[in-house]
């Protein structure tokens, strides 16, 4: 599973998250924008994914042995996960309302 790069979720990124979605609002709205917003997001996920799945590994082979590190990687690799899912959820809500407008 390659999802590709995020390097922290915490309050400081959750604050640059919302005013880069308050700038997206008032500078650039057009589709390609949003899409290349959601193609960011899921190269950050991916890496995030990638990050924990090597961590496991340094884990499982002796190379590491601070349980908190292995803990709040996995953690910051679920969140952007589960964050990721969510959005692709109301993305697909909204693809299907739109095919489902008469024209």
Do not use: C, P
């Not at 996920?45 to 990687?73: K, P, R, V």
């Amino acid at each position: 599973m390659d999802i590709a790069s995020l390097t922290g979720i915490d309050s400081s990124y959750i604050k640059n998250a919302a005013i880069e979605n308050q700038n997206l609002k008032t500078e650039d709205t057009s589709f390609s924008s949003v899409l290349q917003s959601a193609k960011d997001m899921l190269n950050e996920t991916s890496s995030l994914q990638n990050q924990a799945e090597e961590a496991e590994m340094q884990f499982m082979l002796g190379y590491a042995t601070n349980t908190h590190d292995l803990q709040n990687i996995q953690e910051k690799a679920d969140i952007a996960l589960n964050y990721t899912i969510a959005v692709r959820d109301r993305m697909l809500e909204a693809y299907k309302e739109i095919m489902n407008m008469q024209i």
